[in-house]
């Protein structure tokens, strides 16, 4: 009878041990909460922009979002879609934009069909995802007064909205940026050279979108770094170094340090996206 007992109580005991053993080589071991082993960047940040956003085809322009992606950590993924020369409209609609006016001085627009670029933004299987980022930095050449470039300021706030409800229908948060200043010297000093500044905080406001001012924070660097005064040669010394042989556009250097200056807004306005900066 004792041998019994003791029999019966080693068969409850043995499974307890089993399951509390550590996992075979067939089981892997738990993840870290919120990991994913072996999938995708958990989070894409999608860029539209113009040249001083733009991947480089040369080297030099050279767009502050091509040199974004390694202050991230591997769970963020960078997707640049910004293309030089263009305004936000012939961004969206190109090729679809008219040289004609319309009444309301503005270009015509015909067929309103969006370009492929915004179209694979906008795919449901490829495209922007819930938990996603759309970062949006136009108005420099917004500020043509000729078409097809042209856009005036209520369509301007008109397609930031667009792109905006776009973004959060699909559970992706936009960013507005104020065009990143050219350098020009009052003196000693370097001062802002853009316009679009208050349609794009109004449009922010209007959409509950966060606004990044980076048209002030990049003249603001430019003073910082002393580039004034200029003589109007891009070639030499720290403005040369910092831009192409012009007064907008980024040598490598310059488009890395624009590219820190916007990490370093996302920290100081809590953007939750900075959670995921080296």
Known sequence: ??????????????????????????????????????????????????????????????????????????????????????????????????????????????PRTFHQRWQAMLDPAAGMKAGDYLMIQFGINDGSRDCPRHVGSARYRELLGLMAKAAKDRGVTPIFLTPVSAIRCSGSTAVGTRGFLTETADAGRAAGVTVIDLHKLSYTLYNALKLCPNDGDYTKGPVGAFFCNDHTHFEAAGAEQIARVVAKALRDQRIPLSNYLK
């Open 1 to 110: 009878m004792k041998k019994r007992v003791l029999a019966l109580a080693a068969l409850v005991v043995l499974p307890l041990f089993t399951a509390a053993g550590p996992a075979s080589a067939d089981e892997p071991a738990c993840a870290p909460a919120g990991s994913a082993p072996g999938s995708a960047a958990a989070v894409k940040v999608w860029l539209a922009g113009d040249s001083t956003m733009a991947d480089p085809r040369t080297s030099c322009p050279v767009g502050w979002g091509s040199r974004f992606d390694p202050l991230f950590t591997g769970d963020v993924t960078v997707v640049n879609s910004a293309v030089a020369g263009r305004s936000i409209q012939t961004w969206l609609y190109e090729s679809n934009v008219q040289n004609t006016k319309d009444a309301a001085d503005e270009c015509v627009v015909s």
